[in-house]
Structures are given as C-alpha cells and as structure tokens.
C-alpha cells in the first residue's frame, strides 16, 4: 500500500529504458503536464493504457449545510471524470476477475404475477357484463314504447344490477326500464344464449359500457330486488319512462357504439351485446350456464310478450321475472357441484340472458308477429316459469352479493382442487395397499414353498410379469419353455443326480419344470433344492405353481415359473443380468478354462463382449476369478427377454 | 486529445521520435499498472492520485425487466483530481 511518486516511476524508467535520470524524470513530469494541460485545454485527454480523462459539467443542486442546517444552493461546476483503459481495468481487477454476475432468482415475484392476472380476470368479466346491459338500453331507446318498456326494462335492470353490482347509479332507473323496450329484446336474448356458453369475453366493451351499464344496473338493482312488485314497477316505468328514456338511452347507445360497434345503435347494440356476453359466459360457467341460459331466455320472452300485450305487462313482467329467477335458479342448481359462488355467476349471466329476452320479446311485440313467437317460447319454457320467483330474489341477492368475474376463477381453482385431491386419494391407497399385497404374495409363497426361497422370488417376478397374460397362452408357453430348458438341462446336466431326481418324480411338465430349479441349485451347492421342490409340490409342478397363482392372480404364470424359475434366481442373484436383455434359460455348454483365463474372459470368448456377468451368475463367481486349467465353465444358453415376452403375448 | 496527439505532443516536448515516446509511456504505464496491482497508489503532485479501490458486491436490479442480479466485488482504478487541478477545472479550466 506504498505510495509511489513520479520519482519512483522514473527510476524505473532509468533502469528498463538506460536513460538519463534527468530525462526519465522531465518524461514522467511530462507525461502528467500534458494531461493536466489538456484537460483544462481540451476537456479531454487520451491516454491508451491508462484511460481517459474528461471534465464534465455538474448541475446546481441543492444542499444543506450540516453544521448550520440551512439550505445551501451548491453552483453548478465542472470537475475532472476518470475512466479507466479497458487494459489498465481488466489488469487491476484480475483478482476478482473469475467472478461473474449472478441472476437471482426471485421467489417473490412469482406469486404477485398470478394475483395480478386474477385480479385483471376478475375485473374484466364485470365490466363486460356491464356493457350488456348498457347496449340493451340503448336498443329500446329507439322503438321505445313505455308500456311495452315498462316489462322489459324491469328484466333487464334486473340483470343489470345482477352482473355490475358494483356499478351503481341513481338516474339510471329510468333509462333501464326504456331501453329493454325495443331493440334489446331481438339482440339481447341472442347474446345472452350465446353468452352463457362461451363466457369468457372481457373487455371489448368495458369502457363504454361502464357508464350507461352503471346507472342501469343501480336503479333495476332495486327494483329487481322485489320482482314479484308490480306496481313500483310501473310507476316507475311511468313517469321516468319518457323523459329518463330519452336521455339515459342516448348516451349509452352512443357510448356503446363508439367503443363497440360501429354506427346505428340497434345494430351496434347488438354486436357489442354479443361480445361481452361471450365473454362473460366462458369463463364464468360452461355446461350449466348454456341450459339455464337457454330456459331462461325463453321465459323471459313470454313475460316480454304479455308486456307488450299492455295491461297485463307488468304482472307479466313480474312473471318474466320470476322465470328468469327461476331458470337461474335452475341454473344455480345444475351447477352447485362447484360452488355457491360459482352458481352466483350462472345466475348473473342467465338474468342479462332473461333480460335480453324480454327485450326482444317486447320487440317481436311491438311488431305483432314477436308476441306469438314469445308465447310459443313461454311453452316451450313454462316450467323455468312457474319455478320463478323465490328463485328470482335469491338470484339477485347472489348476483349482488358475488360479482362473476371473481366466481369464474373459484370454478376453475376448484376443479383443479378436486383433481389433486383424487389424486392424492389414488397414490395414496396404492401406496397403502402395495406394501400388503406384496406381503401376502410372500406370505403365501413362503408358506407353500418355504424350502425353495429361489422358487419364491421367481413366483413373484412372475406374477408381476404375467399379469398380462392369460392362463392357457401361458401354460403353453411355459411348457414350452419347460420343455426346451429340460432338454438342455437334461443333456448337460443330466450327469449330476439333479437330474436323477427329477425323473424320478417322473411327469414330462413335471421334470422339465423341476429342471430348471435344479440348474440353480447345482450352481450353488448341490441336489437339494430340486428335491426339495418335487417333494413340496407334490406329484405335479402344476399344482405347486398354482398356489403362487392363486395368490397373485397371475395363474398363467406358474407353469412358466417352473421354467422361468431360474432365470428368474439368477436375476435376482446379480442386477446386471435382471437388467440385461437376455434370460438364462439353461447351460449351453461346459467349456473347460484354458491357462491364465478368468471368467469374463472365457465368457468374452464363447459369447462376446459384455456378456461375462450371466456366466458369473451361473457359476457363482466374479468375472476376475482365475481359472485353473481344465476347470469347468458352464456357458449360459441365453433367450433374449424381449422374444420370450412376444411368445407370451 | 486523443492518444495519437497525445504521443505527439510528448514526443515534441521530449525531442523523441514518437515510436520512442511511444514505447516509454508504455514501459511507464505498465509500470505504474504493475504498482496498482500490488495495491499500491501513485501520487502526482499538482495533478492528482491514482488509487486502486473495492467495489463491494452488491445486488443490482433491472429497471426494466425487474431482474434482480448479484454483482461481484471488483477492484478499480480511482482518480482523486488535486486540489489545484479541481479548482482550475472548476472555473472553466485555463487559467
């Protein structure tokens, strides 16, 4: 940490460069004199290897004295910047210079993101509801009759409040109840049928929507909340009809068409119905929300067309209403599995549907011909209808209460919810169960063949394996397989008593099966097993195979674990053969070991490269055993395992 | 100044052909390079003090992406400007 000096530097300069010392120290001073001259000359100065320095101008600021606390106005100035040559950097941090700059993940953020999303969901479902409404009202505006608005504006109000809850206006009473009156009614009922199906609409229409939407919804909020009322419904519709009429639907049909759609409000009122109707209905509910959408926009319909009829359009506006509770009622009911929030959604989106309807009905009214179109609808309908009323007000209550956007995402989150769940449930009792079905598998092995532990594991390898397969193709096979293993084992090994014994216990299936058992056995110690698995199973190997089968239900296997018995100990003696791709179904042969040879040579030899661990499975020892000379190797007869599971199949 | 006039200007001063001044300021800056990394500071009067800092590592974060990243601890060469040459610069340099 000394502190060097020009002076130093020029004794190096003396030394490297033979120079004068009064020369190397004029150079050094120089070298700094012309910096220090260009910077104030030039503002900038060059220097390769050393870097660069630069006056930079510094801005007025503002400080305080820290002594005095006044505020002190410092002047702006320049001062001298240096940067570093990119050498001169990378030489001074070249003890740092492995490290590199990290990334850090950030736990945190990921859980805001996803709030974040739902929150947008959430808020964009409402405003499409919203700009439902807000078209409906524009549409009656212009056909607008008020007996015939009086009905249909209670409807639509109705969903109105239902869907924007949130929005909420005092005028807006009186617009409502005249914009259901006409062109709602045709466009309205489409988008509402259409609407609860697909849901998922957003935000298209929000903005426009919003403020013709709010005002509506307040007032029919209110009046909905008493559906069956008739008269407060009229008087309202009475007096506010003209006059609120006139205005609120003027500015909603225009705001509606701005944003939305394009020109005329009737037609644009509809497209934009159209959309956020789609879009509020996809997310919200799927299945549910189409059948009750379609009930209830019928309903709706004939009680539009008794308001058109006139006198009775009040009490069939109730009625409508009442259907249109109804069929969200129906709805709400359909749909309960999921939540009560969830219904609350279908209900709000089947009351803008009821509404739409009424709107049109009222339409088809007006023009003759809709009246009976709507009464057929009623027919078609009646029973949403007669259900109504009480449902209607739990409706309202709901779609006040709960806003759609925010149930849609609990539907969703509990279906997921229920999926894990069964999951969990799955991998639960499985992984209970396993643990026991295997214990009695060895129970019952052990019990059967206590003597025989080889037999066992080949009893369950079995079972696992022959699972798929079915008793007779299997009994073939396996005494198939039986038979060929005896053939080998027979002549190769018929000279040890193993063999002996076997025929002894007499029966062709009987000994091949017993065979192979008995190869293993010879490979180890000596005779014993093979006797003991005959003795054990009485006269014939079927009936020993069969209470392995009876206990893993794999019958079709036994008869093939008598063959597969051995290569099945041998897998289970060395994981590189259980691994392997080939099944040791006998001896091959007995070679005799040449001098200096060890057992994965000799295997290398009769059956290439990387086969040396089923000759050691089959003669007990390790591939670095040397062999004396004239020793015996028994060279494995092997049967690839994907054949052998084709035979199977 | 760039380098070129640097070199130019020195050799001038010096009476050198610029290669030879070329290569003594490069024998010079090594030198004084080699001093650096041994933690050393080189005072220069009149003008000002090299001296080799740490930067201390620290989190940085992106403004744009959010990304949050650690940066390493490093060393660098500092300049301190002399009170003499500050006070010059200060008021618009010559002079």
């Known amino acids: 940490m000394a502190k060097l000096t020009l002076h130093d530097l020029a004794n190096v300069l003396i030394e490297n460069n033979d120079l004068e010392p009064d020369e190397a120290e004029k150079f050094v001073f120089s070298v700094f004199d012309i910096i220090h001259e260009a910077i104030n000359k030039d503002h900038l100065v060059k220097v390769k290897g050393l870097g660069t320095f630069k006056v930079i101008d510094v801005n007025p600021r503002e400080s305080v004295n820290v002594n005095t606390g006044e505020r002190v106005l410092i002047e702006g100035h320049s001062k001298v910047s240096f940067t570093p040559d990119s050498t001169m950097k990378e030489l001074i941090n070249k003890p740092f210079a492995d490290f590199e700059t990290i990334v850090l993940n950030d736990g945190v953020n990921f859980p805001e993101e996803p709030s974040e999303t739902l929150m947008e969901l959430k808020d964009e479902p409402d405003e499409a509801v919203t700009a439902e409404p807000q078209t409906v009202q524009e549409i009656p505006a212009p056909a607008i009759e008020e007996q015939t608005m009086d009905a249909p504006v209670e409807t639509p109000v109705e969903i109105l409040s239902e869907a924007p809850v949130e929005i909420l206006s005092e005028t807006p009473v009186e617009a409502p109840v005249e914009i259901p009156v006409e062109a709602p009614v045709e466009t309205p009922v489409e988008i509402l049928s259409e609407a609860p199906v697909e849901i998922p609409v957003e935000t298209p229409v929000k903005t426009p929507l919003k403020t013709p939407f709010e005002a509506v919804v307040e007032t029919p909020a209110d009046i909905l909340g008493e559906p069956e009322v008739e008269t407060p419904v009229e008087e309202v519709v009475e007096a506010p009809a003209e006059d609120v009429v006139e205005t609120p639907v003027e500015a909603p049909a225009e705001d509606v068409v701005e944003t939305p759609v394009e020109a005329p409000a009737e037609d644009v009122v509809e497209t934009p119905v159209e959309v956020p109707a789609e879009d509020v209905v996809e997310t919200p509910v799927e299945t549910p929300a189409e059948d009750v959408v379609e009930t209830p926009v019928e309903a709706p319909a004939e009680d539009v067309v008794e308001a058109s009829v006139e006198a009775p359009v009040e009490e069939q506006v109730a009625e409508a209403k009442e259907n249109s509770d109804e069929t969200g009622k129906t709805e709400s009911q359909e749909i309960p599995n999921a939540v009560i929030q969830n219904i609350a959604l279908q209900e709000e989106i089947p009351y803008n549907e009821d509404s739409n309807e009424k709107v049109s009905q009222p339409v088809a009214s007006s023009e003759n011909d809709l009246v009976e179109l709507v009464q057929n609808e009623e027919e078609t309908t009646p029973e949403a209808t007669t259900q109504s009323d009480s449902f209607y007000e739990e409706e309202v209550y709901m779609g006040k209460n709960y806003n759609p956007s925010k149930v849609k995402p609990k539907k969703t989150w509990w279906r997921w919810a229920i999926a894990i769940l069964f999951g969990v449930f799955i991998g639960f009792f499985l992984g209970f169960y396993l643990p026991e079905i295997t214990k009695f598998i060895e129970a019952v092995k052990s019990g059967n063949f206590n003597k025989e532990d080889n037999y066992n594991v080949t009893v369950y390898e079995n079972a696992d394996l022959a699972a798929i397969d079915s008793i007779a193709a299997i009994d073939s096979l396996a005494a198939a397989a039986a038979d060929s293993a005896a053939r080998d084992s027979a002549v190769k090994v018929v000279a040890d008593s193993v063999a002996q014994s076997l025929q002894e216990i007499s029966g062709n299936r009987k000994t091949s099966e017993v065979k192979p058992s008995d190869k293993p056995s010879e490979v180890k110690p000596s005779e014993k097993p093979s006797d003991a698995k005959p003795s054990e199973k009485p006269s014939d190997a079927k009936s020993s195979v069969k209470p392995t089968e009876t206990q893993s239900s794999v019958k079709p296997s036994k008869e093939k674990s008598s063959s597969m018995l051995t290569y099945l100990k041998y897998e289970e003696m060395d994981s590189r053969v259980r691994t392997g791709a080939y099944y040791i179904m006998g001896v091959a042969k007995v070679v005799k070991a040449r001098e200096g040879d060890n057992v994965s040579r000799v295997s290398r030899r009769y059956l290439g490269d990387g086969m040396s661990c089923y000759v050691e499975v089959l003669n007990g020892m390790k591939g670095s055993d040397v062999l004396k000379e004239g020793q015996e190797i028994k060279i494995p007869e092997l049967v690839l395992k994907r054949s052998l599971k084709k035979n199977k199949q | ?95």
């Open chain 2, 1 to 95: 100044m760039n380098n070129k006039e640097f070199v130019s200007e020195l050799s001038r001063r010096m009476g050198y052909k610029n290669e030879r001044a070329q290569r003594l300021l490069s024998n010079m800056l090594s030198t004084m390079g080699d001093h650096f990394v041994e933690g050393d500071s080189l005072q220069v009067s009149n003008f000002g003090t090299f001296e080799v800092k740490k930067k201390m590592e620290r989190v940085m974060v992106n403004p744009s992406s959010g990304q949050r990243m650690l940066v390493p601890p490093k060393l660098v060469l500092g300049f301190k400007p002399h009170q003499v040459l500050k006070d010059k610069v200060k008021n618009g340099g010559e002079e």
